[in-house]
T-cell receptor, first 113, second 117 residues
Framework: GQQLNQSPQSMFIQEGEDVSMNCTSS?????WLWYKQDPGEGPVLLIA?????ELTSNGRLTAQFGITRKDSFLNISASIPSDVGIYFC?????????????FGQGTILTVHP | GAVVSQHPSRVICKSGTSVKIECRSL??????MFWYRQFPKKSLMLMAT?????????EQGVEKDKFLINHASLTLSTLTVTSAHPEDSSFYIC?????????????FGDGTRLSIL
């Protein structure tokens, strides 16, 4: 099925560093979502973006909905060890596919203390 | 709010048996739930959309008779893997859309690790 292009695929950083990851798509989405998944668990919603150009923060996390509605980025500032996990972007469709999500490939984040 | 519970969290069974996985929305009603399959270190693949009171909508390539979905109430959807075989071993995750209109985000259960021997 259709996938978003998420990059980078993996990141190895030192504690305290900032992190940036992004997603691009050939399709327009009504909503962009960012999730974090820990091993053996389901994804947890971090940030939801509803309007083109929207910039939203959640603690040390900041995400933006691209103006073209075909891309989004997620920044994590001052990373800590518990930020380790897999981060997924997801685009949510509207219309007849109401609510259906398309996921990026994921970014595996490793934080060294 | 918007808590989704999935049960069981892990199941190991013999080849040929059928396995039922439950997905419940604990503090909201969900007319639509989604079932995903995930392989190690891979993204989530949508299997089907579960609609309360009607037939599920399956994604291309997903066998309807293999993966039976029932959404009998506004808080419960079940996925039954029939006559499971080792290739069905995977991490299965459900999600539900919170009420409120518009494009509400999906909230996920904690997944079920299915291992077929």
């Amino acid at each position: 099925g259709q996938q978003l292009n998420q990059s980078p695929q993996s990141m190895f950083i030192q504690e305290g560093e900032d992190v940036s990851m992004n997603c691009t798509s050939s399709s327009i989405f009504n909503t962009w979502l960012w999730y974090k998944q820990d091993p053996g668990e389901g994804p947890v919603l971090l940030i939801a973006l509803y309007k083109a150009g929207e910039l939203t923060s959640n603690g040390r996390l900041t995400a933006q909905f691209g103006i073209t509605r075909k891309d989004s980025f997620l920044n994590i500032s001052a990373s800590i060890p518990s930020d380790v996990g897999i981060y997924f972007c997801a685009g949510q469709e509207g219309g007849t596919s109401y609510g259906k999500l398309t996921f990026g490939q994921g970014t595996i984040l490793t934080v060294h203390p | 709010g918007a808590v989704v519970s999935q049960h069981p969290s892990r199941v190991i069974c013999k080849s040929g048996t059928s396995v039922k996985i439950e997905c419940r929305s604990l503090d909201f009603q969900a007319t639509t739930m989604f079932w995903y399959r995930q392989f190690p270190k891979k993204s989530l693949m949508l299997m089907a959309t579960s609609n309360e009171g009607s037939k599920a909508t399956y994604e291309q390539g997903v066998e309807k008779d293999k993966f039976l979905i029932n959404h009998a109430s506004l808080t419960l959807s079940t996925l039954t893997v029939t006559s499971a075989h080792p290739e069905d071993s995977s991490f299965y995750i459900c999600s539900a859309t919170a009420p409120g209109g518009g494009n509400q985000p999906q909230h996920f259960g904690d997944g079920t690790r299915l291992s077929i021997l």
